[in-house]
């Protein structure tokens, strides 16, 4: 086995890791890498040798965390929240921009996106098939900060 770089040891697991990625070229779950560049992904063989012959052998270049030589001083990622962590249906991007210091860019996506309120996720519901009162759009325009 190659001997990766202690930088791409470093990395988190999600950024190594090959769940749910797809074939380069045909799109169907991913379980090879290329040898030579360590990105690009395939379903196997077959589609390992068309796309390099039809593409990637003329654009392939090494990935730089996974052959680097010396260490590499990378950005220290904050945990999510469970808040941040669960999922819902519904996201609201706030506008404008972060207040206050963030501390890398995941802390800045993180403070722009909140989970919709469900009164507005319910309302939503409601104004698609024509069951808003005047009073219930007034309280919801605020709840959102729409004046």
Not at 14 to 40: F, G, I, M, W, Y
Not at 100 to 113: H, S
Request: aromatic share 8%.
């Amino acid at each position: 086995a190659m001997a990766v770089s202690q930088t791409w040891s470093l990395q988190p697991e999600v950024e190594k890791s090959r769940t749910n990625k797809l074939c380069a070229k045909c799109e169907q779950p991913a379980n090879c890498v290329c040898s030579k560049c360590r990105c690009t992904l395939y379903c196997g063989k077959d589609c390992q040798r068309k796309h390099w012959r039809s593409a990637h052998k003329a654009h392939f270049a090494p990935d730089p965390l996974f052959f680097l030589t010396r260490a590499l001083s990378l950005p220290q990622y904050r945990d999510y929240s469970a808040e941040e962590k669960q999922e819902n249906l519904t996201y609201t991007l706030l506008p404008g921009r972060c207040k206050g210091q963030q501390t890398e860019d995941r802390d800045g996506y993180c403070r722009l996106v909140r989970v919709t309120e469900p009164k507005f996720v319910h309302y939503i519901q409601k104004k698609n098939t024509g069951q808003v009162g005047k009073n219930e759009e007034k309280e919801v325009c605020s709840l959102m900060g729409w004046g």
